[in-house]
Structure formats: C-alpha cells, structure tokens
C-alpha cells in the first residue's frame, strides 16, 4: 500500500480527496489536514510515501511546502490555477490535478504515483552493501554512494520508506531512502530495534531506564548528546534479554 497525506484548506476539496483516495486499491490514507503548516508538524513523526496537496492555501502554500521538505514524498498537486503547471513540475511533481478534478482524472495521477513508488523501491533493494570485514556498509544518498563505518552510527531513526543514519560527530544524518527491515538484513549484531522508528549501536548506550535508553557521545560538543529514544512495548523483551546477559550481579 502508498501511505499518502490530502492536504487542502477547503472542507469540501480535503472530504473529496479523501473520497477518491479511498476509491483507489493501492492508496492507504496516512492523515488528512486543512494546512501545510498543520501538515509539517505531522511530517516530523511520519514521512508518508506521497502527497495529495492543494498549492494555494493561506498560511503556507503548498509549492513553498514541498521545498522546505527535506525529503520529499510522491507529490500531486491540485489547484484552481492552471498557471502553476510549470511550477509544479520544476520541484518534480508527479502530477497536476486541476480543479475540479473527475474520480478519472484522479485515478491517472494515482496511477503515475504508483508507478514511480515502484520504481522507488527497486532502486531500494540495490541502495546498501552488505557488512565487509572493514565493518563499513556503503548506502545511496543523494545521487551519491557513501562508505559509513559501523562504529560511528549512533542511532538509526525510521521514517516511513526513508531512514537517518545519526553519526558521532556529524550535525547531520545521512538520509537514504531505505527500510527498516532491509537495514537490519546488513547490520551485526550489536545493533537493535528497540522501537518502531529506531535502531540502536548498543555500544554505544550510556543508561537504560525505565522504558528508554540514553545513547553514549565521546564528543561532548555533539547534538546527539544525552539522545534519550523510547523502546517500544515490541521490542522490550528482546532488549531485557539482551540486558540481563550484561549485567553484572552480585
């Protein structure tokens, strides 16, 4: 299933979208919103696969909300304005939907969305390396592959088909569009899923308490310093088992 956001600050126009989405068999509705703004704060916990987004809205329109994403889903735009064609596809739009729109006309773009996810997630089964005796992986960022070391990742956070990879001494994540599941194929054993979104160095743990760990930094000047990350009702048992092997007890 395509996890996707509608996002239109008309009711009527946000109720249709949801309509149509629901009408089509390989779209899953992620989260409905009347803003970009109310949608960005959403985006901050849950990256969607694609995006139904109206462009001119009120507060923060939905072109300028598509570049300020650092990763960007599938976009379709909808719109009364057939003068934002060209703008649309300049940030790489999928589609351009104009208002008003037939369930059809909908469909075809649907359809466009779905054939670039696939393509998405070929391109996904050749992004990272297997673990070599160098222990470093190499994963596609940004048109470019990169060689990480195993020993430097600190966290990896899940988001939807994306991940980021938090690195000591790096202010910033590498970001890859890869899963979760896939990762851990490539990963040694001292890393964990200890939540939904997160997979950890387990070296690299500083505390555990009562439902979260507190990740470890060598450089005290780092942004990951005193990192708390939940564990997930899932995961906890494996993890308490893990635990009780290291403790040691009088």
Known sequence: MIRCFAIDDEPLALQQLVTYISKVPFLELAGQFLS???????LEEDLPDALFIDINMPDLNGMDFVRSLVIAPLVVF???????????YKVDAVDY????????????????????YELRQMSQKNT?????????????????IINLCLSDIIYIEGM?????????????PVTVLLSMKKLEEHLPQHFMRIHRSYIINLKKIKEVGKGHVIMNVPDSKAPHEN????????????????????????
């Open 36 to 42: 970009a703004t109310e949608a960005k704060q959403a």
């Open 78 to 88: 909808t719109t009364a304005y057939s003068d934002y064609a060209i703008e649309g």
């Open 97 to 116: 939907l104009l208002k008003p729109f037939s369930l059809e006309d909908f469909q075809r773009a649907a359809l466009k969305v779905k054939a670039q």
């Open 128 to 144: 990272v390396s297997s673990v070599n005796s160098d222990d470093v992986i190499f994963v596609k960022t940004e048109h470019r």
């Open 160 to 172: 939807s088909e994306y991940l980021r990879i938090h690195l000591a001494g790096s202010p910033k």
């Open 227 to 250: 990192l708390c990350l939940p564990i997930g009702d899932l995961y906890r048992d494996a993890f308490n088992e893990y635990l009780n092997k290291k403790v040691l007890m009088k």
